[in-house]
């Protein structure tokens, strides 16, 4: 068990004698990841902080004064995951913060909450290995040895979608709404507390 535990943490090495196997299983553990973990206690951290001081509210509240079409929110969701990457160095907190902020603008405007799931994951999950101080551009020059900007001509999929999103968004192309039901029991458990 101590040894496991060892190997988990400082890494394991293998002497096979075939330089191929040696290779793909002599690896650092725990420690040789520690800077891409550090990277990301630090903007979780830093990403924390700006959420619960409110700074991050307030630069919400001035988009959504912005966002008064389906369209116009979804695209500033998806502009929020791309500026929280570049501000707050992390993938999660691009998804988690924008969500609890946008998702009761949503609801008010009728759109089901797959339409949220998709503009997070367009523009937070997708965009962060553009962002080299993000902790995907990080991790992929730690482990690749690759910049972001030698890189992203390449990762046409990554900047492709968000565009793509966009335009349906404006469009109404995939756009689901709710129900009329679906809209009114928020608002009658809202009214009953």
Excluded: H
């Excluded at 690896?27 to 891409?36: E, Q, V």
């Excluded at 973990?37 to 830093?46: H, Q």
């Excluded at 959420?51 to 912005?66: A, F, P, R, V």
């Excluded at 020059?141 to 966009?166: H, K, W």
């Amino acid at each position: 068990l101590a040894d496991s535990v060892g190997a988990l943490q400082s890494g394991y090495v293998i002497d096979t004698g075939n330089e191929l196997v040696d290779n793909l299983f002599s690896r650092g553990g725990l420690d040789a990841m520690m800077y891409t973990v550090s990277m990301t206690i630090v903007a979780m951290t830093f990403g924390g902080i700006l959420e619960y001081s409110g700074m991050l509210q307030s630069i919400m509240n001035q988009i959504l004064k912005l966002a008064k079409t389906a369209g116009s929110l979804i695209a500033s969701t998806i502009l929020a995951g791309i500026a929280t990457n570049a501000t707050c160095s992390e993938q999660y907190i691009s998804i988690v913060v924008p969500s609890r902020m946008f998702a009761g603008a949503y609801e008010k405007m009728g759109l089901q909450s797959k339409n949220l799931s998709r503009a997070l994951e367009d523009g937070g999950t997708l965009t962060s290995v553009f962002i080299p101080w993000n902790t995907c551009g990080v991790f992929i020059l730690g482990t690749l040895g690759v910049g972001a900007f030698e890189y992203a001509p390449y990762a046409v999929l990554n900047f492709i979608v968000p565009v793509i999103s966009i335009v349906y968004a404006f469009t109404g192309y995939t756009i689901e709404r709710m129900a009329v039901i679906q809209q009114e029991e928020p608002v009658a458990e809202q009214a009953a507390q």
